[in-house]
């Protein structure tokens, strides 16, 4: 089993900054792309941020020069760093890691999700 725990989200004033975490434990070899997402009611889950674990990263268009995606491969955490954040940033955000649980075989698994709330 592995699990995903995300922490950091709540209420933050537009503009403002915010934190997340996720956090990565269980039975795996390794971690190969970490990343997080987002799912607003009604609307489909979208790629926010992700990083592989050489440290290549991907942005949404909306987030760029904004977001930071950051991983810490000892801890097996990966973090969000939201800046400037907006009301449209407001939603239920996800952490998702693929790792290797041996032999040839990857998982795809996601964490509960936190809540942002961009508001004054």
């Known amino acids: 089993q592995v699990q995903l725990v995300e922490s950091g989200g709540g209420l933050v004033q537009p503009g403002g900054s915010l934190r997340l975490s996720c956090a990565a434990s269980?039975?795996?070899?390794?971690?190969?792309?970490m990343g997080w997402y987002r799912q607003a009611p009604g609307n489909e889950r979208e790629l926010v941020a992700s990083?592989?674990?050489?440290?290549?990263?991907n942005y949404a268009d909306s987030v760029k020069g904004r977001f930071t995606i950051s991983r810490d491969n000892v801890k097996n955490e990966v973090y969000l760093q939201m800046n400037n954040v907006k009301p449209e940033d407001t939603t239920v955000y996800y952490c998702?890691?693929?790792?290797?649980?041996?032999?040839?075989?990857?998982?795809?698994?996601w964490g509960q999700g936190t809540l942002v709330t961009v508001s004054s």
């Open positions: 990083s592989t674990a050489g440290g290549s990263t």
């Open positions: 269980g039975s795996f070899l390794s971690i190969n792309n």
């Open positions: 998702n890691s693929r790792v290797y649980v041996g032999p040839y075989t990857y998982r795809q698994v």
